[in-house]
Each structure stands twice: as C-alpha cells, then as structure tokens.
Nanobody, 117 residues
Framework: QVQLMESGGGLVQAGGSLRLSCAAS????????MGWYRQAPGKQRELVAT???????NYGDSVKGRFTISRDIAAKKVYLQMQSLQSEDTGVYYC???????????WGQGTQVTVSS
C-alpha cells in the first residue's frame, strides 16, 4: 500500500481558504487515482475530490466551484485548495490513493479542518 501523510489542516473563519497537502511514500505518476475524502462528526465519509493518473478530476457536489485538486508528480504530492470555506466543510480530511482498480485502497491518518462561522 501507498503510505500517505496529510498536512495543512487547521482553524479558519468562514469565507477563508486553506490548502491541504498529501505526501506519498512513492511515485504518484502511475497511481490509478488519488484524492480527498472527509468525515464530519456523526456523518459518513464523503467524496471531496479525486484526480486520476491521466489528470481527470472529479468533485463532490458540495465543493464544486470552491475546491481544486491538483498534483505535483515530482514532489509526490496531491493538494486540495479550498476557498470560500463554510462551517459545513468542517471535518477530518483524508488523503486517498488506489494504485490500480484491483488493489486495495490506501488512506492517510487525516487532518482536521475546522471552519468557524
């Protein structure tokens, strides 16, 4: 499995911005898909954004137009730029990777994002 480590979480006021980073333990060039999920207290984990090895992106409906996922292959990192943050964006954000459709998922430990209104 890919080892993943998130950073960049914190406390921010509503309307503010944060950038999350996910560092991988190996090259991300050929990893099938990477992305971000989040989990709010008392809720199920939900999709935030994904990016494929071809560069295609997908976003959860609640973050479209506000969040942007990107990657730096040389740095072995995936980023999540979050803008216009709302209290509903509060939660633990997890980095995710899947080497191929046939292999199991890899998850980071998570980073807390708290948006105060």
């Amino acid at each position: 499995q890919v080892q993943l480590m998130e950073s960049g979480g914190g406390l921010v006021q509503a309307g503010g911005s944060l950038r999350l980073s996910c560092a991988a333990s190996e090259s991300i060039f050929s990893i099938y898909v990477m992305g971000w999920y989040r989990q709010a207290p008392g809720k199920q984990r939900e999709l935030v954004a994904t990016i494929t090895n071809g560069g295609s992106t997908n976003y959860g409906d609640s973050v479209k137009g506000r969040f942007t996922i990107s990657r730096d292959i040389a740095a072995k990192k995936v980023y999540l730029q979050m803008q216009s943050l709302q209290s509903e964006d509060t939660g633990v954000y997890y980095c995710y990777a899947k080497r191929s459709p046939l292999l199991s998922d890899s998850w980071g430990q998570g980073t807390q994002v708290t948006v105060s209104s």
